[in-house]
């Protein structure tokens, strides 16, 4: 089965810090790996798409990694603020399932002052 | 750009009832998706249209539910008659692209839907 899973599910860090949520994927043929934010009571805002072809994205303190042949990706966030705590999910999509998103059930995040 | 728009935000009726929601993709996105997320499930695909066809629609719990999207700006999710093991959190969400080229997806803010 295809499946998504994000690790931890919650996780607590003091606002400066430097972190790493997880994400691994039951299957290396996918076409792309997405990594979203979800504001509690909004949608979901994508954050970077990584292609296949593809081992990392960056976009100012986000950094995504992808290693298909492990079947993980990480989202480092560095120096972390108050306004970074949301639920951040990944999703990917599998090569065979037309454009469907397999997502993870999210790690949620809390940044302390 | 407006992003995705959905329509109503809320939504609370009784059992039996027929529940529409609405949604509008970005303008130019040629995917539309509609999603459910609920606690213990987290997000599923419902149906996923493509250039107004609809292409994957597995995802849809039963014959009570059914998606149409008559043009490239608007798409409705409907379920009838309504229960309430249907209420969540429905996503539309859009993007631009097909196999194996995605553009991000780009969601809206969600109907909250309570069947009583």
């Known amino acids: 089965k295809q499946e998504v899973t994000q690790i931890p599910a919650a996780l607590s860090v003091p606002e400066g810090e430097n972190l790493v949520l997880n994400c691994s994927f039951t299957d290396s043929a996918i076409y792309n790996l997405q990594w979203f934010r979800q504001d509690p009571g909004k949608g979901l805002t994508s954050l970077l798409l990584?292609?296949?072809?593809?081992r990392e994205q960056t976009s100012g303190r986000l950094n995504a990694s992808l290693d298909k042949s492990s079947g993980r990706s990480t989202l480092y966030i560095a120096a972390s603020q108050p306004g970074d705590s949301a639920t951040y999910l990944c999703a990917v999509i599998y090569t065979g399932t037309a454009s469907k998103l397999t997502f993870g059930t999210g790690t949620r995040l809390q940044v302390t002052l | 750009d407006a992003g995705v728009i959905q329509s109503p935000r809320h939504e609370v009726t009784e059992m039996g009832q027929e529940v529409t929601l609405r949604c509008k993709p970005i303008s130019g996105h040629n995917s539309l998706f509609w999603y459910r997320q609920t606690m213990m499930r987290g997000l599923e695909l419902l149906i996923y249209?493509?250039?107004?066809?609809?292409?994957?629609d597995s995802g849809m719990p039963e014959d009570r539910f059914s998606a149409k999207m008559p043009n490239a700006s608007f798409s409705t999710l409907k379920i009838q008659p309504s229960e309430p093991r249907d209420s969540a959190v429905y996503f539309c969400a859009s993007s631009l692209g097909s196999v194996p080229n995605y553009s991000p997806l780009h969601f809206g803010n969600g109907t909250r839907l309570t069947v009583t």
């Open positions: 249209f493509n250039n107004n066809v609809p292409i994957d």
């Open positions: 990584i292609q296949s072809s593809q």
